[in-house]
């Protein structure tokens, strides 16, 4: 006997009285014997086409399409730099821009001190 229907047995005695699990005994045998029409077991049947692999005879990219091919992005970059006065830096993750000036700001920080700052 297989194992999940151990698991579902024990789960409708967890879940059922013995009165209605008695009922719910009757309500299979009816299934069985095919007298009720409103529940169906599960067909043995499988799908038509069950493990069926067809592998097309044309591959999916017979030849190369030039007429929709991508922008070349470091063109683009180049404009952009041109257009901006910015560089263009790639990071992990995106694009960001840096300006070519830095200009560098001279904050301290005093860590440790118990004095407040107002």
Known sequence: MNHSL???VKWFCWQLTFNELAS???I???VLNYSRKDIA???N???????EFRVDVIP??????T????????KLKKEKELETGKIIIRKEEGISVRPTHFKRLNIHANFGSNRNLA
């Open 28 to 30: 299979f045998l009816e």
């Open 41 to 43: 077991p599960k067909a």
């Open 45 to 51: 049947e499988k799908p038509p086409h069950y493990r």
């Open 24 to 26: 719910a005994v009757v």
């Open 6 to 8: 151990i698991k579902i």
């Open 67 to 74: 007429a929709s091919s991508a922008p070349d992005w470091q």
């Open 60 to 65: 999916p990219l017979a030849a190369k399409d």
